[in-house]
C-alpha cells in the first residue's frame, strides 16, 4: 500500500516537531510531503528538518489545492482550526487537529458536521490519552471497580508562568489573539481527561475565573470550577499559573472508594464492600469499611504526539479505532466555555451552553482585547501548542 502523503500547516514548536516525526520517517505508513507557514524565518527551520522535494508553502488555499496531500496535519492558532479543517474535508483530506478543537462550540460543532459528512479520519492531538495511567484510570472506572463515582478533584497548577512568558509575544493571553488564557491554551488536556476518564459530563457549572490576578495580562491566570453531575456527583477543578510549587493531583471518590493520579503514580483506595452498603447494615457507631491501599502497576509508556499521529495514520490506512477521536474536541471545550460564561455572567450556567450566547459575550472580550485587529496579520501560524 501506498504511503499517506501528510501535510504540515504550522510550523512554530509543535509543527516544527510534527515535521520532524514525519520527515525522518519515524511514522510508520506516513510521508511528509508539505508544510505550510506564511513566515519566512519558519520556513528555514523546515529546510533543516524535513526532506529536498518537500513543497513548501506560504498561503493556506495554496497548500490545500496544490500540495497533492491525502491528509493534513493543523497546528495553527487556536482560532483557526475549525476553519482550516473544513477547508481540508472539503478537500477530501483526513485531518489531525492540535488542541483545543477551537476556542468556541459554535464553529467545533460546525467542524464536526463537516467531518462527518465528509466520511474521512478525524483526530485531535489529546496526547494524554496515549498516558498508561490515564488509560488504566479509565479502565477501572469503566469496569465498575470505583463503583458510582460521587466526586471528582482535580488540582492542576503546575502551569507556572513568569511575566516575560507573557511578553515575548503580542499575540499571548489576549481574547483575540488566543481566545483564553490557562484554560484554553495549557489546560485543555486535564479538561479532556478529566470526562474521558470518569465518562462524566458536567450538567451544571459555577466558576470564578481571576482575569490578570498574577500577571499583567487581560485573560484568566487563576480558575476555581464547580461541578455537577447528572448522577449527583460533584467536581471541582483548580488551575492557575501563578503558583509555584505547584501541584497536579487528580481524584475521584466512589462508592468502592477512591483514585488518586499524583506522581506519575496511580493509587487505588479500595473498600471491601460498598460505602452505601456498609452504611445501611452497620451497627458500630464510629468506624469505616475496610479499606486496602493499593499501588496500581503501570505497564507502558507514553506514546505522547507521535502515539496519536500513528494511531491517525493507522486508522486511515488500518481502520484501527481512534484514541482521541477529533469529534470529542467539543467536549472539553464545551467545559471551558462553560466555566467562562459564568464566570462572565456571575451565575451557573447549564452544559450544553448557549453557544450563540458564549459567542456574543466573546466578541465583547475581543472588542476590548488590547491586541487589535490589525496586529492579526503579524500573527504567526507557529502560535499553536506552544504552552
Known sequence: MSLIKVGVIGIGNMGSSHVKLLGKGEISGATLTAVCDPNSDQLELIKTKAKDDVQIFRDEDAFLNESGIDAVLISTPHYDHPKLAMKAFAKGMHVLIEKPAGVYTKNVAEMNKAAKESGKVFSIMYNQRSNPIYQKLREIIQAGELGEIKRTNWIITDWYRSQSYYDSSEWRATWQGEGGGVLLNQAPH?????????????????????YGKYHDIEVEDDITAYVEYENGATGVFITSTGETPGTNRFEIAGDRGKMVVENNKLTFYRLTQSEREFNATYTGGFGNPECWTIDIPIQGKSAEHQGIIQNWIDSIIKGTPLLAPGEEGIKGLEISNAIYLSSWLNQPVELPIDADLYYEKLQEKISQSTFQKKNVKKVNLDVAGTH
Open 190 to 210: 486535564q479538561l479532556d481527561l478529566w470526562q474521558w476518564t470518569t465518562g462524566l459530563m458536567p450538567k451544571r457549572v459555577q466558576a470564578f475565573c481571576s
